[in-house]
């Protein structure tokens, strides 16, 4: 179980962690499609942090044996969430480049021809 100064100390970190996220919305440096996970996920450990034998409770009754696994489970929960989301963007990406390049080709054809 984690002491309460430990749990003071990460809620911290994860709340300015959050307000940069925010802050960078705000300013659009990051988009908000984008920032959403950024932006729910330290919530939520700020949540299971606060509330004591939240991840033992969590960790129960998904039958996992040891907290630190809960940890590590999460973290690479989140981990697929960012690959997840960032795979689709890139995916979005790379169309809109192909049909901008689509279309320059048919812009200069055409230019070209008259």
Known sequence: ??????????AQLFIIFWCAVVGK????QIELKYAITWILVPLVIV?????????EWLAGILGIASVMNMVFFLGFL???L???TLTI????????????TQMMA????????K
């Open 82 to 84: 960012v690959i997840y």
């Open 25 to 28: 919305s705000k300013k659009r």
């Open 78 to 80: 989140f981990s697929l």
């Open 1 to 10: 179980m984690m002491t309460l100064k430990l749990r003071i100390i990460l």
């Open 47 to 55: 949540i299971l942090i606060a509330i004591p034998g939240a991840l």
């Open 89 to 100: 963007a890139l995916s979005r990406h790379s169309d809109r480049i192909r049909s901008l």
């Open 106 to 113: 048919l812009d200069e054809y055409e230019k070209r021809n």
